[in-house]
């Protein structure tokens, strides 16, 4: 994957993400800029004008509390005073054109360089995590082993934690299964290099689809009578699990599909990195 020769970090400071949540608009403002300029994305049609000047920044702020503080959408709209439908139908828009996926790989690739490692990973480590889910989800299933009904998120994230694949299954749905949609995103990207995963991703089916995409799957034990051991660069996606607890709207999956899920995981990846090239920025200025 690479050693990174000037590892980036930031001060130690309290965790507070409404703090630099203006990093996270700002970042989303230059790729809406970016898209527009580029013509990848459509003209608004309809009888309203589209948001723009503070009223986009409101809204996009909005959006950004739906995924960290867990709001419904009615009351995001209630408390902006957005109609919930204006709100809901800017978030649904980005998401079909690819934008926070967009945004996400960009600021990772910043992130890396200024680590001053390599633009593109050439080992990533792959994980899944079950959440619960309300009736109304996409999809549910019991997990046995956890004792927990609802979806699965199955991520490969580079050695900075950042994600580079995200795929959603039901509960039930074994790791070595779950994981093929994602494996066939790496290659879709050209990800060509060995996946590391824990010793739930063993088995021939697994290793051979792995192999037809260019992608060796290496199971490596993580732990010993019960007990975590980081093994590698394995502890990235563990330490990647643990930043999304923080965001509410990921903790009980509500949404009616799963591409709604994959863009709240994409925009809380975005407002970690956003916020840390901020403080990054400023502590660079400072010294």
């Known amino acids: 994957m690479g050693t990174a020769v000037r590892p980036a970090s930031t001060a130690p400071t309290s965790w507070d993400a409404f703090a630099d949540v203006d990093a996270f608009v700002d970042e989303v403002l230059?790729?809406?800029?970016?898209?527009?300029?580029?013509?990848?994305?459509?003209?608004?049609?309809?009888?309203?004008?589209?948001?723009?000047?503070?009223?986009?920044?409101?809204?996009?702020m909005a959006i950004w509390c739906v995924c960290f503080c867990g709001m419904p959408w009615r009351a995001i709209g209630q408390l902006s005073g957005f109609p919930f439908g204006t709100l809901y139908t800017l978030f649904a828009r980005w998401t079909?054109?690819?934008?926070?996926?967009?945004?996400?790989?960009?600021?990772?690739?910043?992130?890396?360089?200024?680590c001053g490692d390599t633009a593109e990973p050439s080992t990533v480590v792959i994980d899944s995590r079950t959440c619960r889910s309300a009736p109304s989800c996409f999809a549910r299933g019991v997990d046995g082993g956890k004792?927990?009904?609802?979806?699965?998120?199955?991520?490969?994230?580079?050695?900075?934690?950042?994600?580079?694949?995200?795929?959603?299954?039901?509960?039930?749905?074994?790791d070595t299964k779950g994981i093929v949609p994602v494996l066939r995103q790496l290659a879709g990207r050209g990800f060509q290099g060995p996946a590391l995963g824990d010793l739930g991703y063993r088995g021939e089916r697994l290793a051979k689809a792995g192999e037809a995409l260019g992608i060796t799957v290496k199971p490596v034990a993580r732990g010993r009578n019960g007990t975590f051991i980081p093994a590698g660069i394995c502890w990235a996606v563990e330490r990647s699990f643990g930043w999304l607890v923080l965001y509410r709207r990921l903790n009980t999956v509500v949404e009616r599909t799963k591409e709604p899920l994959v863009a709240f995981i994409e925009i809380a990846f975005v407002s970690i990195l956003s916020r840390r090239l901020k403080r990054l920025a400023a502590e660079t200025v400072n010294a």
Do not use: M, Q
Request: glycine share 8%; no cysteine.
């Open 96 to 114: 079909r054109l690819g934008l926070w996926r967009r945004l996400l790989d960009r600021l990772r690739r910043t992130w890396r360089l200024a």
């Open 30 to 60: 230059a790729e809406l800029a970016t898209v527009t300029a580029d013509g990848t994305r459509p003209n608004r049609v309809g009888p309203k004008p589209a948001l723009t000047g503070p009223a986009l920044r409101k809204a996009i």
């Open 147 to 174: 004792k927990v009904r609802g979806v699965t998120v199955h991520i490969a994230v580079e050695k900075y934690g950042t994600p580079l694949a995200i795929d959603a299954s039901p509960a039930n749905v074994h």
